[in-house]
């Protein structure tokens, strides 16, 4: 089974969440004692590992797990938001966390 063995937090600092993204990929980084690579306004990897649109085009910020298998899978491309419609960190970080058991498991 694959593990996961890196973060990829791909973002601008122009994004008005660029810090709260930041502070997401460190987080689960740190939970699994693993590296953070951070990359700016790489959309070419985004296109071909992240999530795109209709179109095929990708957008920032997205978090991404690098596996020992060599894959790489999206963690986050959108933030959840609460009942008062701002960013939910908490809930962000358990939506990554399920997607790197559910990865792991496979």
Known sequence: MPKVKKIILVTATHHPYHSLWKKLAEEVANRHGI??????????????????????????????????????????????????????????LEIMEEKIKQYEGQ
């Open 35 to 92: 590296e953070l690579e951070i990359r700016y306004e790489d959309y070419v990897f985004l296109i071909e590992h992240g999530d795109t649109d209709e179109y095929g085009m990708a957008w920032v910020p997205q978090i991404l797990a690098e596996f020992d298998d060599g894959s790489i899978k999206v963690l986050l491309s959108q933030l959840p938001l609460n009942e008062a419609l701002q960013p939910d960190p908490e809930k962000a």
